[in-house]
């Protein structure tokens, strides 16, 4: 065998061994949780559906168009990592409460004075929040506020 195919075959090994995998890399931040997600930003809405479960279905409010039946283009909610709650109706009024996830962080259960309101939770990150009544009959779909 010649000397430079000696040194390699003698060299191989070290050079299969120095090679390492490259290590997976870990995300820079624990995903966060429904909690946080929610409690993360005033959330405005971007459409409103009312009618859902009928036959005709009526988008009643969208955001930066003319208005359709609602304008909800003042409307605000803002939940907090204390479990209360703000709420600027589309009147301007400003109404407060408590909030909980409940079911497994599937529902939402409002306490706003006196009466008790659950919202189905569909979707909710950090971008998007999409909720329904009880029945299913309205849904919003918000934003956070810029």
């Known amino acids: 065998m010649k000397p430079k195919y000696i040194l390699f075959t003698l060299l191989l090994p070290f050079i299969i061994l120095s090679c390492k995998k490259e290590a997976e890399k870990k995300p820079d931040t624990i995903p966060k949780t429904k909690t946080e997600m929610i409690c993360s930003a ?8 009312i009618n859902y ?31 209360t709650y703000t ?43 999409e909720w329904a009544s009880s029945n299913g009959d309205v849904i919003g779909q918000m934003i956070p506020m810029q």
Request: glycine share 4%; net charge negative; proline share 1%.
């Open 87 to 129: 709420e600027t109706l589309e009147s301007g009024i400003n109404v407060s409460g408590t909030w909980r996830f409940i079911e497994n962080e599937t529902k939402i259960e409002l306490h706003i004075n006196q009466q008790v309101i659950n919202i189905n939770v569909y979707y909710v990150d950090a971008t998007y929040f």
């Open 42 to 49: 005033t959330w405005i809405y971007n459409q409103y559906y």
């Open 53 to 83: 479960n009928g036959a005709n279905t009526i988008l009643a409010y969208q955001r930066n168009k003319p208005v359709i039946l609602y304008d909800l283009s003042k409307s605000k909610l803002k939940y907090n990592t204390d479990g």
